[in-house]
């Protein structure tokens, strides 16, 4: 199975950072965080190649040297792919021809740290492919339900006299030090595991929008109505993961980092 690394796009949440290089280029105690990320993945016996989507002008290159000569040190071949600034839709078309033969490939937002069990990922995949709507299945969402807050929360008690939900103030019945949370929804991670026919749709949505497409928001909301069905892959409650999108937050959550980088050296240790 292939692995595709979606290392373009703006990186607006790391300015000014990604004025002057790549988000995946965010520094995690002097390496840069694709840089673990592809050295976890290539520890992964069912990952065959990695394939990194970046642009290929001045930033994206930073990618591309650091990486060059590297391959037998990583011990997997690392595939380049010219991002078009099409959008992560449009990224995801230009690596069709390299994965379309292939019954899967995982997707994997070049900002994400995470130890997710791809193997238990790809068995889910195969247990929901052999049954009998197995055909239909577009890929798995790899999700959480619990989540690590920076910040405090407080419990509001709207009954006292001038105090309603629209009002600027209320009492604070209960303040509740940042911890761990129980998601309403399930979050989504930024790791897919997603089959050849995604791409029959991203090409419906290119025919209609000439121009960028972003794969959350024009194709993943609307696949039911593309009829294509996502399961989610719950990552499980003690899996960290953390999406660094910039090196003050990097700075900020050096533990969870520490924590996740753990994890993963970890699970690849006794796989």
Partial sequence: MKAVLLAGGYGSRGKPFTDYSPKAMI??????????????????????E????????????????????????????????????????????????????????????????????ISDMLIEYQRLSSSPNGDSITGLVGTRRRRFEETGRVVLDYSGENNGPSSATARVRQFIEKGEIVLEYPEAVGIYLLTAGIFRFLHIIANKMH????????????????????????????????????????????NSITKVLSQMNKFVENS
């Fill in 27 to 48: 520094p995690v105690d002097g390496r840069p965080t694709i840089d673990y990320i592809v050295r976890y993945l290539a520890r992964l016996s069912v990952v065959s």
């Fill in 50 to 117: 990695i394939i990194v989507i970046c642009e290929f002008d001045r930033l994206g290159r930073q990618m591309i040297n650091y990486f060059e000569g590297k391959e037998g040190i990583i011990g997997k071949p690392i595939k380049f792919i010219e991002d078009k600034k099409s959008g992560t839709g449009g990224a995801l078309l230009t690596i069709e021809r390299h994965v379309h033969k292939d019954e899967c490939f995982l997707v994997w937002f070049a900002d994400n740290l995470c130890a997710l069990k």
């Fill in 211 to 254: 121009g960028s497409i972003n794969l959350s928001h024009d194709l993943l909301m609307h696949i039911r109505d593309f009829g294509g069905n996502l399961y989610s892959f719950d990552i499980g409650d003690q899996t960290m993961w953390i999406d660094l999108e910039s090196p003050s937050y990097a700075d900020r959550n050096q």
